[in-house]
């Protein structure tokens, strides 16, 4: 998708969500018994300075999603997604998603074609105004270029173990021209960029039967990226990721989620860099519809050594309290205080942060894998 | 974690099933941790700079004898590199150097390149008897900047009546690479934008190229962590390292 000026961007969205509620409304009937439906994000944040950081003391848009899906037949489903993100050059515009994936085969296999952000880990499947905090985390946005995470074009495929216990294989395999943030179509790798992912998922069997619809879902994650060597480093990409949820009924009642990383840079087939850091949040309900969270992450760039030999610290470590209201499952107000310590071979940086986000959904709401 | 461990895991045929399962559990634990750990390994290196150019050490890789030193200036003809990395590869910085020519001279600053200065980034002022020209090249690409070289600059080039200042952002972590340069007296705190840059690499992206993906002019990003200079009948003044002028907001 070509990059979109601020002018022709708005333009285009507002003309297409005026075209989807038009059509929408018209045959609000054909709507119903197609199973189409609309879902409308935003993301609103505002980040304050307290101390040495880079937050500019203003409130942004920091995203709106316009998305639709539904079923296609009775063997395929359909989604498309628009978001608008700010840019340098004012609000961008890009397609999101566009799938078309195979959920009802009759093997224990789902299938999906398409443009859709990378199976790999726990966070960057999850779109940044569903997440557990306002800001990602540091090693997320640098394993993938992206704050929001790494979308591409290919397949998907998934297979459910035939065994108790819900076990999952994903394997993927999309075009790799780009990976991240990019404001263009990129260049042809040397091999298209693969990736898979294990998870495995505890209920409330495993947890107890006091704990009925809770679960556990613990994953690893690799993908390997041979770009064209003009865009960079090849890089092998290996991850862990946990997740429990708690509830009593509907209500989360403990919410822990965990993800590492570690990545290691080549070139030419050598190593120049290795990266290892991951985050983890907890959140828990204190009272009525009031949570309280902690998040800490960290990242290192181990065996860095400077022209003389010496070990040379680049590391960043990162703690802060979470606070969030969620007036209902369409409606989120957040707070989040980040303490940063960062090290460099140059120098030693601290800084503090407030963050404020509102995020609210309009329409019908997809379903959450977990 | 030895360097080049998981390439050569995945390169390899022989490596016997204990040995994975011992190395998927070491990437496992690692991969499993919580927060940031620190690499404890010890220094062994017994190697001492060369010298100490402004607040920073200094090898010289070529021309020890023809490069003449002080923590003031750097004169003469001679390639050296800074002995503390620009950290991350995949990062951005901002280089603010000053300079003057000899009637012929050059001078290069090379960044994000290896130990040796080489699959970097590189970019060269030459004064030939009076003709100042600057270009910028990365991987097997050069191009030409000396059209939109103010005329100020090369005034000062030639005249050496002052140093030449120039502030290089090099965005190493976009592709295709994103360089912008300003110049002056002073840093531009006040118009640090891409339009008061006298270049930026964007402005030679077409629409074609969005498209297409084969670019013209350097695209390509560099694949080291460290910064140096190459001189010939030059002198160096100022040079330091910062975090990029100019940020695209990401987020």
Redesign the interface.
Known sequence: M??CNFASSTKAFCVALSLVTFFLNASKGLAEDSGLKTVLAADL?ARFDLGGS?ATDSLEV?GVELGLYGPIDHTFDGAISFAS????EGPYLELHEAVISATRLPLPVQVKVGEFFLGVGRLNAIHQHERPFI??PKIHT?VF???EGAKDTGAEVKWLAPWALPTELSLGVTNG??FG????????PDRPLVYSRLTIFGDSALLGAEHSSSGLLVG?SYL?RRPD?????DF?L???D?TLKIRRGNQILWLWQ?E???R?????????????????VAERHAWDRLFLGLR??????????????????????ALGPLLSWKHSEFQTFRMEVLFEHAR???RTTESQSLALQSNFILGAHPAHDF | MPAGLFHALQNSNRIGTKALRRRSASVLLISLGMGAFVSCSRDTSTAAPDATFGSQEILILQGKETLQVTPERMTGSGTFAFVTSLGAVQDGSSFDFAFTLQETGSITLVTYANETLSDGIEYTITNEGGSVKMTYSSGQRVHDLSSVLPESTKETVRNRSAATRLWVDVHNNEFPLHTLIWSGSSEPKDAINPESAFFNSESLLTPAERESGSYTFPSAAGRGRFWGFRLNNAELTDARRTDPLYEEEVE
């Not at chain 1, 993100?85 to 340098?88: D, L, R, V, Y």
């Not at chain 1, 943030?181 to 260049?187: V, W």
């Not at chain 1, 290192?300 to 610290?313: A, I, Y």
């Open positions: 070509t990059i944040v880079d920091r993100h700010p840019s340098e800001a990602s640098l270029d992206d704050a021209w780009t943030h990019s404001h263009t179509k990129g260049t042809q690893v390997s060597q003009d865009q960079g480093p092998d290996f991850g862990a946990v965990s590492g990383w570690y290691e840079l080549f070139a030419p087939s050598a190593s120049v860099e290795t990266l290892v850091g991951g985050y983890s800490a992450e960290g990242m290192v760039m181990p065996g860095q050594r400077d022209l003389l030999g010496r070990t040379e610290r680049n590391q960043t470590l460099t071979p140059a």
